[in-house]
């Protein structure tokens, strides 16, 4: 009582948050009481040191909501739990499995959305399983999977995450279901098989993640990758192999010039094969195309090298 008449006394005053500090209290603390008063709450509800800014805070909220916060408002709370509380308090959940500061505020979570459409998650609550489990459960049940048989298998939060996921986008999840597999091991190969890759060339134990990412691409981008696939070899160097491969590969596909000029040469007749390669630019393989349609003998200007203007003035001179 004394330090609420303290408080009290001073809350009007323009040195208000200095001689708070002589009470205890630090300057975002000072804040908290102050919006209270500024509010019109009863800000001597959560004016006291126990209190940190955050924790007070979620009670001025709730005090300004008009909830009843003796619900939440023991300092044996932290912030998020009585975050989850106040909240569950506004969607009308059931409190009781909830007022417990040993709950971790995940866990709070989890039971305040599942008991919105009826999910019972107590069992796995009193069992001990972690908010993020008790969350992959949830989220499978809301699109008909049943993961409990996973938990009991002993897989954790995070490779049930996977699990859950590969079962949602329909792909095989036992070509990941080892243990040995952490989660990360999992999501490449489940990245795999949605993109439809012959996951088989890297779901081994023997390769991180990192290397099977690398693996992974490659295999999306179609080229070969046994030049790489190896556990001996980092993920860095993986990258840099696969990146040359890419950049090998893009040098032997054609662009629509290069494309354009080929198709001129069958339909004129010409044998093709003498030009139609990357390697070749659209503007070279013209000077060759017009060549072979004008009879001539195109061996001295099958050089990539030469530029264009120079093959045209030897075609000119042949």
Same mark, same amino acid.
């Given at each position: 009582?004394?330090?609420?008449?303290?408080?009290?006394?001073?809350?009007?005053?323009?040195?208000?948050?200095?001689?708070?500090?002589?009470?205890?209290?630090?300057?975002?603390?000072?804040?908290?009481? @102050?919006?209270?008063?500024?509010?019109?709450?009863?800000?001597?509800?959560?004016?006291?040191?126990?209190?940190?800014?955050?924790?007070?805070?979620?009670?001025?909220?709730?005090?300004? !909501?008009?909830?009843?916060?003796?619900?939440?408002?023991?300092?044996?709370?932290?912030?998020?739990?009585?975050?989850?509380?106040?909240?569950?308090?506004?969607?009308?959940?059931?409190?009781?499995?909830?007022?417990?500061?040993?709950?971790?505020?995940?866990?709070?979570?989890?039971?305040?959305?599942?008991?919105?459409?009826?999910?019972?998650?107590?069992?796995?609550?009193?069992?001990?399983?972690?908010?993020?489990?008790?969350?992959?459960?949830?989220?499978?049940?809301?699109?008909?999977?049943?993961?409990?048989?996973?938990?009991?298998?002993?897989?954790?939060?995070?490779?049930?995450?996977?699990?859950?996921?590969?079962?949602? @986008?329909?792909?095989?999840?036992?070509?990941?279901?080892? @243990?040995?597999?952490?989660?990360?091991?999992?999501?490449?190969?489940?990245?795999?098989?949605?993109?439809?890759?012959?996951?088989?060339?890297?779901? !081994?134990?023997?390769?991180?993640?990192?290397?099977?990412?690398?693996?992974?691409?490659?295999?999306?981008?179609?080229?070969?990758?046994?030049?790489?696939?190896?556990?001996?070899?980092?993920?860095?160097?993986?990258?840099?192999?696969?990146?040359?491969?890419?950049?090998?590969?893009?040098?032997?596909?054609?662009?629509?010039?290069?494309?354009?000029?080929?198709?001129?040469?069958? !339909?004129?007749?010409?044998?093709?094969?003498?030009?139609?390669?990357? @390697?070749?630019?659209?503007?070279?393989?013209?000077?060759?195309?017009?060549?072979?349609?004008?009879?001539?003998?195109?061996?001295?200007?099958?050089?990539?090298? !030469?530029?264009?203007?120079?093959?045209?003035?030897?075609?000119?001179?042949?």
């Amino acid at each position: 009582m004394e330090l609420a008449q303290s408080i009290a006394n001073i809350i009007d005053r323009d040195d208000f948050k200095e001689q708070m500090e002589t009470l205890g209290f630090d300057k975002f603390q000072s804040m908290e009481i @102050h919006k209270g008063y500024t509010s019109g709450v009863d800000y001597l509800r959560y004016a006291s040191t126990e209190y940190d800014a955050s924790q007070m805070k979620s009670i001025r909220l709730g005090l300004e !909501m008009g909830l009843d916060v003796s619900y939440y408002s023991d300092p044996k709370f932290d912030y998020r739990q009585m975050e989850e509380i106040k909240q569950a308090m506004q969607d009308g959940v059931k409190l009781t499995f909830l007022i417990d500061p040993v709950r971790d505020y995940t866990v709070m979570r989890e039971i305040r959305l599942a008991s919105q459409y009826s999910y019972d998650v107590m069992y796995y609550v009193d069992k001990g399983y972690s908010g993020e489990a008790i969350k992959q459960l949830r989220l499978a049940d809301k699109n008909g999977i049943d993961l409990s048989f996973y938990l009991k298998e002993g897989y954790d939060e995070f490779q049930l995450k996977e699990i859950r996921l590969g079962l949602e @986008h329909f792909v095989d999840v036992t070509k990941y279901l080892l @243990h040995e597999f952490n989660s990360e091991q999992m999501k490449e190969i489940r990245l795999g098989l949605e993109a439809g890759v012959d996951v088989s060339a890297y779901a !081994m134990t023997g390769f991180s993640s990192s290397q099977m990412e690398q693996i992974r691409l490659g295999l999306q981008e179609g080229i070969d990758v046994e030049d790489y696939g190896d556990p001996f070899i980092d993920p860095v160097s993986m990258e840099i192999c696969r990146e040359e491969d890419n950049k090998e590969k893009r040098s032997l596909e054609l662009n629509e010039e290069q494309t354009q000029e080929i198709l001129k040469g069958i !339909m004129s007749g010409v044998d093709v094969s003498l030009y139609a390669d990357s @390697h070749y630019s659209a503007g070279q393989m013209e000077q060759i195309r017009m060549a072979l349609e004008a009879g001539k003998d195109v061996s001295p200007i099958l050089d990539c090298n !030469m530029s264009p203007e120079y093959m045209e003035q030897m075609r000119l001179q042949m």
